[in-house]
Nanobody, 123 residues
Framework: QVQLVESGGGLVQSGGSLRLSCAVS????????VGWYRQAPGKEREEVAC????????YYADSVEGRFTISRDNAKNTVYLQMNTLQPDDTAVYFC????????????????WGRGTQVTVSS
């Protein structure tokens, strides 16, 4: 079965860093993309970053470009999201997701989601 489990969230002060992990099972990362999404109370779900199985191409939202880095370890079946220079606006529940396709897509097309990990950034 396909499963994604996020971890690494927590409380951090503004300017700090966190590294989120997405452990996947039921599929291999070498032929499937994984995206990171976040949702804050009262806000729409947004895509933060994505990594494709096509030459490890990546996508970042403008709001996190230069601060966040997505990566993967195919052997460990784990996708990471390194988050630096965190700001209060980054506070949200962070999810990883896939639809088992090779290329990155949008949230509405993703079929499999983790349950999320809470990231809270204090000012």
């Amino acid at each position: 079965q396909v499963q994604l489990v996020e971890s690494g969230g927590g409380l951090v002060q503004s300017g700090g860093s966190l590294r989120l992990s997405c452990a996947v099972s039921g599929f291999t990362l070498d032929q499937h993309h994984v995206g990171w999404y976040r949702q804050a109370p009262g806000k729409e779900r947004e895509e933060v970053a994505c990594i494709s199985s096509s030459d490890d191409s990546t996508y970042y939202a403008d709001s996190v470009e230069g601060r966040f880095t997505i990566s993967r370890d195919n052997a460990k079946n784990t996708v990471y999201l390194q988050m630096n220079t965190l700001q209060p606006d980054d506070t949200a529940v962070y999810f990883c997701a896939t639809d088992l396709s090779l290329e990155c897509t949008v949230a509405a097309e993703e079929d499999y989601w983790g349950r999320g990990t809470q990231v809270t950034v204090s000012s």
